[in-house]
């Protein structure tokens, strides 16, 4: 680790590692969790080990067509699984915005990763290194307005996911009365992951790839 990127880039695979082993947990061994969570569980899983190596060289490996068609069909999945639920259907679909935003970023970041063929270190005149390939808000140097600000829109609306994730009150598991707060007794530190995940998916939106 040879600069201050690469001591984020590896907080930022440890922060993801642990939220796919934490998901991946309670998606496979947690009791009585329905269908519809244990597909959720393991949709978080798998993009979380995506995110932990995307960072590093291992991460050019990463099928980016397939990639990003599972994660737009799983950004899709999030909010309309919610559809299906009668009573308190709006709340129930901004509960699974932050996942379903997490997923487009991480569509979206493949899409770039994959999508550009720019070499990390160009050289200048005299074989002295240029600026690096990638700037915040556009992975790539000379990347377009659209491009910027779908990237800028993500990375706010995650920031806001994080926050409000991270800020919501831990669930009283006495007085588990009602289906979202038995679902929070299941999986009580869910929201805690959710505003971690959120706010690691903007940091690497913002970071050169």
Known sequence: M???????RSMLTLLFALVAVHALWHGVMS?????RDRVDHLLHSAMSVAMAVMPWS???????????????????????????????????IAGRMPPAVGMAAMAWMLRSHHGRAVP?????????????????????TGASMPA?????????????????????SMP????????????AGTDPYGHVRDGATALGTALMLLMPH
């Open 31 to 35: 009791p009585g969790t329905g269908r």
């Open 120 to 140: 990390s270190h160009p050289a200048a005149a005299g074989g002295v290194p240029a600026a690096h390939d990638t700037t915040a808000l556009g992975h790539a």
């Open 2 to 8: 040879d600069t201050p990127v690469d001591v984020v």
């Open 172 to 183: 009283s598991l006495r007085s588990a009365t009602g289906a979202a707060h038995r679902a």
């Open 58 to 92: 291992l991460g050019r490996s990463l099928p980016g067509p397939a990639m990003t068609v599972l994660c737009t069909v799983a950004a899709l999945w999030f909010p309309l699984t919610a559809l299906r639920r009668t009573a308190n259907r709006v709340a129930e």
């Open 148 to 168: 910027a600000g779908i990237t800028g829109l993500l990375t706010v609306c995650l920031l806001a996911c994080s926050m409000w994730s991270l800020t919501r």
